[in-house]
């Protein structure tokens, strides 16, 4: 069985070598701002980013102006690794939109709200990404009708003073978000000026201006009004996507709908197969294959699983369970502790159905494919703490 999990963030962690903090807008041919890609304070690192993306945007002036480009919505940055919005990526989408608007700005920028984003012709991305021991941060300015990225710039982050919690949503989120739109806008803020955006990410713009209100509700703990946003999305043509789909569940979960909340986690499963794999961020007691005492955070999981065994009969796929540990620990000890999780996963489903237990195989990487991997074993790295469904060819 040879497996098809796709990981587009492995080649960012060679960036960092003589990373360049560069900017060119491809409608002038301005020259790149070289830096000596010393590691920078969080703050600074942002400054110094924008400054050279205003810069070149006042040497372009006159041409945004022909064009009315001086007006950019932001989508929200992400953490490139695991596809959250955290405290610092909060901060780098404030910082990035002061810096860019004082002294009257050369660039406005505009929520990321579907008002704007009709009004806008530019649209602005960002991710951190962990790289050997510090954070990339990369930004893009994208034309939206041209798909073409009009500007990139990357700088280098110490990783000091960078709060990489999540938002409440992602943390309450029973599943890493990872999909073509998540892939596609991480790819679109490293990707080279004058080539196009991502185009799975740009089609589906429009639904996730929706999605991002539904989840500023969510994080402000107004669960009717997001679970009717996540609802509308949803309802749109571009809005299936695992973002809208996890807010549905995890709204239904906060509100009690717990016939709803279990259709909506069929869906997003379905979801992950569909996309050849499903990270679960099943939570254990510390060093063994027991799911955390806590009924509040543990309490769904088997509802998870029968989830899991039926999509997975459904689509009569094959699977390899591949478990997960954080960074502590000795290696050797995370290879046994990350394999018998595994292996207590696919004993669970076999009890759901032993149909598609048989069609698994079980593995165990320890800390091997870590996601964050600072070791802490808190909410920052869930995502390391993880059981994977890779979606494999069935032997013949």
């Known amino acids: 069985m040879t497996t098809r999990v796709p990981s587009p963030f492995r080649w960012m962690t060679r960036l960092l070598p ?12 301005t020259a790149p701002v070289a830096s000596t890609g010393t590691p920078l304070p969080f703050e600074q690192a942002i400054e ?17 102006g022909r064009l009315n480009k001086r007006a950019a919505v932001l989508d929200p940055t992400l953490d490139a690794s695991s596809g959250q919005q955290t405290a610092a990526t909060q901060q780098l989408d404030r910082a990035l939109a002061a810096r860019l608007a004082r002294d009257g700005g050369s660039l406005e920028v505009l929520p990321f709200e579907s008002a704007n984003l ?7 991305t960002g991710t951190l990404t962990r790289a050997q021991g510090n954070f990339l941060l990369n930004l893009a300015l994208v034309d939206i009708r041209a798909g073409e990225v009009l500007g990139q710039s990357s700088a280098v982050v110490r990783k000091e003073g960078v709060d990489m919690n999540p938002l409440p949503y992602y943390r309450d989120s029973p ?24 185009a799975a990410y740009l089609e589906r713009i429009a639904a996730a201006t929706l999605i991002n209100d539904a989840t500023t509700l969510y994080n ?37 709908l717990t016939a709803e909340a279990e259709e909506a986690f069929g869906r997003l499963v379905a979801y992950g197969i569909a996309y050849n794999s499903l990270g679960m961020k099943f939570l254990f007691n510390p060093g063994s294959t027991e799911f955390w005492s806590d009924p509040k955070v543990s309490g769904a999981y088997g509802m998870w699983l029968r989830q899991i065994a039926r999509q997975a009969g ?4 094959c699977m390899d369970i591949v478990g997960h540990t954080s960074a502590t620990g000795s290696e050797a000890a995370n290879d046994s502790l990350s394999l018998r999780r595994a292996a207590f996963i696919k004993q669970r489903l076999n009890a759901e159905s032993p149909e598609v237990a048989r069609r698994t195989r079980t593995q165990g990487m320890g800390a091997r494919q870590n996601i964050v991997g600072t070791g802490t074993d808190d909410v920052v790295d869930a995502p390391d703490r993880r059981v994977e469904f890779a979606i494999v060819e069935c032997a013949k």
């Open 175 to 198: 599943v890493l978000m990872k999909d073509k739109v998540v892939d596609g806008y991480v790819r679109t803020s490293a990707t080279p000026v004058g080539q196009k955006a991502d």
């Open 314 to 317: 459904a689509t009569r796929v």
């Open 18 to 29: 003589g990373v360049a903090l560069t900017l060119c807008l491809a409608a002038c041919g």
């Open 118 to 124: 009709a009004k806008a012709p530019l649209l602005l």
């Open 48 to 64: 110094v980013a924008a400054d050279n993306l205003a810069g070149q945007i006042k040497k372009s002036a006159g041409l945004l």
């Open 220 to 256: 402000a703990a107004r669960y009717r009004e997001a679970l009717g946003q996540y609802r509308s999305a949803l309802a749109t043509p571009a809005g299936d996507q695992i973002r809208a789909l996890n807010g549905v569940y995890i709204s239904a979960v906060k509100l009690g």
